[in-house]
């Protein structure tokens, strides 16, 4: 059995659970390697995956005796089965913060145990990553950096959001990316006033700038990463709100260091934001694992201690509705003292011609 | 506010239900045209949709005064607003095969109000299409189409089932496609027996087969199809196989008429499967629409009728582990009697020369 489902089993004693029933499929990638649809139940006796009929073979091609997992198809479990594995079970945990209302209800039926929550007991595990981690995410930050490069090429006169989103995406998958991160952001214009916008068919003119959020997934492990390119000499404003993103974000990857108290930094630079009269239309940032938003969240709302080892996206940003806005973004990996730096591209001004 | 907005709100008083919360983003899309996260609270005094601050703008910039749907940013609403909203309310309908349960219990806690499930309202409503939802069926089933005739050149000795899954996509995107409908099945040789293969590095040889699963979307509907293609001359068990999956589609679109009976008609072909041995690793098929896999499921476990204007994909498969595998599928509009193919492409023997 490998180390995170032998630390899982650990946890259930003290928890006092007798099983638990992860239903996460990034949980389940975490714990066992397997992306397959399906859930685990954890338990003293043994460790079982089930899935259904069009996995059970991927399934058991990649399961060896050394996982001790055990695979069903669901469809050859009936009542006498599930009475059989929970028979020593009194309580189980189970994973509130993913589990639908109807699913949690089918389990208890079909379970016929007691439920307990489980408060995210495995994503807080998540949040410090080891050394096979850490060089997945890497990699994926290097995709990604040679992508935005790349792109800075390809950028002319005419192109769309959507043209330059998608040639982005080609780029990371020919170039060993599992796939995107998330839906890329592209953004001319206007269009960058929204942080979330979604790429569209507006075609790049000179003197738009643009807004690039971008990552890929490598191994499962994500990258986040997001760059303001501008088209024409910036104005003063611009380069005003540029500067500032960047003594922001610096900042930020100095306080984050090992034992940081999170709500305590992100509480002030909000008023830092207010002070300036910056609208806060999204949080400073968050972690970055298998999720591409995971633990820890960069909010002021809870309090959160930063941890060696962990992995976070620091991006502020800021916004004039109806007009632009700009975001500076990079995976930094927490230090006993500050961070590194794992997406690299530099953040002079990038002023191109088309 | 328009007419799928106003049969939702008639929905409400035979349930006995003062008002709905929608939380499921495709839902949401259907009643409203918004894809941004949040949720919608519709009821009798107003209908309010919940987003946040990274949305808001996007939001307004599409609601019109004629949807009569007031956006608001979660931020700015506190428990007070939450006890205005729901004063009238007692009983509050939530989509339980949505909402986590940690929401569930969230939502109890913030609206105050009793709480109740309505069993799949909007997927059931969502199972007959208009006009405008068919020709936008029509035109993601065309693009797949397209795209698999132009990745039949494509094909050649040494490409990767990676690179080629790519190029379909690519294909797809850049001729109108909002994206993809799901991750793209692109199988080779023995990773045709997994039904829901994900493609790999595995090179292309002579004498493989090739498994394809494809479909994108267009104004966020689907599309979905699935080809066999062979690279050297079928043997005889091939040929069998692949004529039987071919009379077993044909067979399933003529029986899916208005008010046919889905259970039997499934019962009645899983015996044929069972009398020729092969094994049942998936449905026969399953609705079509915003959602790739949406109602009525095409299986013998529940009672269902088929209803005319819905669209299904219709997907007989054969397997064998270890070895091979094959699956034709189509997307079918429901007619009163039988059926009309909306993916056109032929289903003679594809053999190529790479």
């Given at each position: 059995m490998n180390l995170r489902m032998k630390w899982l089993r650990n946890q259930l004693l003290p928890l006092k659970l007798d099983g638990m029933i992860v239903s996460n499929p990034i949980n389940i990638k975490y714990l066992t390697g397997l992306d397959e649809e399906g859930y685990l139940i954890v338990g003293p006796k043994e460790n079982i995956f089930v899935t259904d009929s069009r996995y059970i073979e991927s399934v058991n091609r990649k399961l060896?005796?050394?996982?001790e997992i055990i695979a069903y198809n669901?469809?050859?479990?009936d009542k006498y089965d599930y009475e059989g594995i929970f028979m020593s079970y009194d309580n189980v945990g189970f994973e509130e913060k993913y589990v639908t209302y109807e699913q949690y209800k089918k389990y208890l039926q079909m379970f016929q145990v007691s439920m307990s929550e489980t408060d995210g007991l495995i994503e807080n595990q998540r949040i410090v990553k080891d050394e096979e981690e850490i060089e997945y995410i890497k990699k994926a930050c290097e995709i990604t950096d040679n992508a935005f490069e790349y792109i800075l090429d390809y950028?002319?006169?005419?192109?769309t959001e959507k043209e330059v989103a998608f040639e982005l995406e080609k780029y990371m998958v020919l170039n060993d990316?599992?796939?995107?991160?998330?839906?890329l952001i592209v953004a001319f214009g206007e269009n960058t006033?929204?942080?979330h916008a979604v790429p569209t068919d507006r075609r790049l003119r000179t003197g738009d700038i643009i807004q690039f959020d971008i990552g890929c997934k490598f191994n499962g492990y994500c990258s986040d990463f997001s760059r303001v390119v501008f088209?024409?000499?910036?104005?003063e404003e611009q380069k005003q709100v540029y500067n500032f993103l960047i003594e922001e974000q610096k900042r930020l990857s100095i306080a984050f260091?090992?034992?940081?108290?999170i709500k305590a930094i992100i509480k002030d630079r909000e008023s830092e934001y207010k002070l300036k009269n910056?609208?806060?239309?999204?949080?400073f940032g968050h972690g970055v694992g298998l999720?591409?938003?995971?633990?820890?969240?960069?909010?002021?709302?809870v309090d959160n201690y930063a941890k060696e080892n962990s992995v976070i996206a620091i991006e502020p940003g800021v916004y004039f509705p109806g007009k632009y806005g700009m975001r500076i973004e990079d995976t930094y990996k927490v230090e006993k003292i500050g961070t590194t730096q794992l997406?690299?591209?530099?953040?002079?001004?990038?002023v191109i011609k088309l």
């Open positions: 060896t005796i050394d996982d669901s469809k050859e479990l950028l002319q006169e005419g192109v990316a599992d796939g995107i991160a998330f839906d006033s929204m942080p088209t024409a000499e910036p104005t260091k090992d034992g940081a108290n910056f609208a806060l239309l999204h949080a999720d591409i938003h995971e633990q820890p969240f960069l909010n002021s709302k997406t690299k591209y530099k953040k002079d001004y990038i």
